[in-house]
């Protein structure tokens, strides 16, 4: 028996070939392997009684990792699979992965499956888990495994195993007498699954692909505790209630209809007002900063992007080509080929580097139908785009010079919850990306240094980068508990080149630019579906569509409502007026479902007074007060971004 090495917490110690992560559990400690779960080699997670046949890194997984919820979900896919098999003994099974919030399985039924069933389906799984059948991990060779789902009519394992190498063997899962094809691992037994539920179905292509049939999927939740699971469907209302789709609509920001487009959203007056005030928000942030603002078309030739790279790597997500009187047309998906052209327009110095060029652009990328979501992700989008050419000198101050102002952006908005995340190449698929190593190995080295010296914490992602160069992202967790990359920083050596891009030194030498691609916030779409469920929609002063509502009580106080009117809007403030022939209490709560800052309300006692009276949309009520004193207020809140 040949010897292995195994690093394990920090300490490589030699085992006899085919050791399995239990016995060396078991040698840690008698109370670790009764929690133990499964192993972790090197990225890999196996099962506890899988043979380890080479030197790796060895992490044992317990019930207290994170890693426990995946295989969890994932033994609760199978748990799922064996109650619809015991139910519809005809189904074909497929795939059941588990997912980041749950798990799902894609089945073939021979019959219709409704919502409807779902109950009975987790009646099954329950007596599954009651029964607590141990999961059993076997090793078998492919043509065995052909020959055992075949006489299952397991058609989609079938066509599976016919994926992998003849000599390859493959690992079965059994519980009861279900038995099912899986690389795992999987719990212990099926009775250490605690809490679950079904709650959804839904169609998939098999294996995504809209030229094979149609399965149903079914999406299930798995938690280890009943008030996890109780606390999931709490969290899911609150996402209800905080959907950026429900939101706009309620708001009155943003439409779509199919006639026009899927993913082509339609900005309504209090939307494009929102969008109206980031994009002057940001314009004047990058102004005070040096920043030349710039306008280019909305598409441009396919050569354009056969030059810049973007049609070979990222022609798939390209509308089609557009081709008229013997030329061809393309809408942009980015904007950094665009921007190359206006640097390569005229000569410079390096007296006039750093040229930070940015725009508030229009690009479009057709993102397939069951991607679309709301605003979040569409097929037209308004980018807040910068590139800044460079010397090789000038990389960190600049570079530096955009994360204080994503940060300085983020303390305006409020986010507090976000980390940098270094995005760098996959160095087992270079094919995807341009240039040669040493360029990626220095531009990755440039963004980590700079990170580090900022005192920024961060963490590093393989196969993040762009296809161009390295890059910095800043991800910000949201109130509905997932991560959103809003802001980015990316360092490019590679389209210079492309474009051939120059500027004389002080020693009259041409050299080539360096690019900093930047976005701080990002796409806008995106932006504001971000902020929507961030605030539920309870948007700040200086943000809000609508700053104050109007409401006179009666018509005999319109005349000195349309004078606070005229007073507050030539103040600079946004105004509308409710003269509704309704009652007072009806336009006060509509108000408050436009969720509008300040409602004003004028009766007799204000008209004979000449003072107004206040009304938060959080309910309190301010009385007397004069109106050049609540401008006055309404401007310094403006102006401090409260």
Not at 312 to 322: K, L, Q, R, T
Not at 336 to 365: G, Q
Request: charge should be negative; include cysteine; aromatic fraction near 10%.
């Amino acid at each position: 028996m040949s010897k292995i090495k195994i690093n394990l917490k920090g300490e490589v110690h030699e085992f006899e070939s085919g050791i399995t992560p239990l016995e060396i559990a078991m040698g840690i400690s008698e109370g670790l392997a009764r929690v133990a779960v499964c192993g972790k080699i090197d990225d890999n997670l196996v099962d506890l009684n899988a043979p380890i046949e080479k030197d790796c890194n060895l992490v044992i997984i317990t019930n207290r990792d994170p890693e426990y919820q995946h295989v969890m979900r994932h033994s609760c896919a199978h748990v799922l699979a064996q109650a619809v098999k015991s139910i519809y003994p005809n189904a074909q099974l497929s795939i059941g992965p588990a997912t980041d919030e749950g798990y799902y399985y894609d089945i073939d039924f021979k019959s219709q499956v409704t919502t409807e069933d779902l109950p009975k389906i987790e009646a099954e799984m329950q007596k599954i888990v009651k029964a607590n059948f141990p999961i059993v991990r076997s090793e078998i060779s492919r043509e065995q495994a052909m020959k055992l789902f075949k006489n299952r009519n397991e058609m989609y394992k079938v066509e599976i195993l016919e994926g992998i190498p003849k000599d390859e063997k493959v690992t079965i899962y059994t519980q009861g007498e279900f038995l099912d094809l899986c690389r795992g691992p999987h719990l212990k037994s099926t009775g250490m699954i605690k809490a679950f539920k079904l709650v959804r179905l839904a169609g998939a292509y098999w294996r995504g692909d809209s030229k094979n049939k149609m399965l149903t999927r079914i999406y299930g939740v798995c938690f280890e505790k009943k008030s996890e699971l109780d606390e999931y469907f709490i969290r899911l209302e609150e996402a209800k209630a905080r959907d950026h789709r429900k939101l706009g609509k309620e708001l009155g920001f943003f439409m779509f209809d199919d006639l026009v487009g899927k993913g082509l959203p339609m900005w309504l007056p209090n939307g494009f007002m929102l969008r109206r005030k980031l994009d002057d928000y940001i314009m004047n942030k990058e102004l005070a900063l040096g920043y030349k603002h710039v306008m280019t078309p909305s598409l441009a030739t396919i050569d354009l992007y056969k030059t810049s790279g973007h049609w070979d790597h990222y022609h798939d997500d390209m509308f089609p080509v557009m081709e008229r009187d013997e030329e061809a047309y393309v809408l942009r998906p980015m904007n950094c080929p665009h921007h190359m052209m206006m640097y390569k327009n005229s000569l410079h110095s390096y007296r006039d580097l750093p040229l930070r060029i940015a725009e508030i652009a229009n690009d479009f990328r057709f993102e397939g139908s069951g991607s679309l979501c709301g605003i979040e992700r569409t097929r037209a989008f308004t980018q807040n785009d910068s590139h800044i050419f460079c010397t090789n000198d000038q990389i960190k101050s600049e570079v530096e010079g955009v994360i204080k102002l994503i940060l300085d952006v983020y303390k305006d908005f409020g986010f507090k919850n976000y980390k940098f995340r270094l995005s760098l190449r996959d160095p087992n698929n270079v094919e995807k990306y341009f240039g040669n190593d040493e360029l990626w190995a220095k531009s990755e080295e440039e963004l980590r240094q700079i990170l580090k010296d900022s005192g920024a914490e961060f963490y590093e992602a393989k196969g993040e980068a762009a296809f161009y160069g390295p890059k910095i992202d800043v991800n910000v967790m949201s109130a509905l508990g997932h991560e959103v990359t809003l802001s980015t920083v990316q360092l490019d050596y590679q389209l210079p080149e492309k474009f051939e891009l120059e500027y004389v030194d002080e020693n009259n030498q041409k050299q080539r630019p360096v690019v900093i691609h930047r976005a701080i916030l990002g796409s806008l779409e995106r932006f504001v579906a971000f902020l929507l469920e961030e605030t539920k929609g309870v948007l700040p002063l200086w943000l809000a569509p609508v700053q104050v509502k109007i409401i006179p009580v009666s018509d005999k106080s319109l005349d000195y409502a349309k004078e606070i009117s005229a007073y507050l809007q030539a103040s600079g403030l946004r105004v509308e007026n409710d003269f509704r022939a309704e009652k007072m209490g009806y336009k006060i709560r509509a108000a408050q479902l436009e969720k509008v800052p300040y409602m004003i309300i004028i009766g007799e006692n204000e008209v004979a007074s000449k003072k107004i009276s206040i009304r938060k949309r959080s309910g309190e009520e301010i009385k007397d007060v004069d109106p050049s004193q609540f401008v006055a207020d309404m401007l310094l809140e403006i102006k401090n971004k409260q």
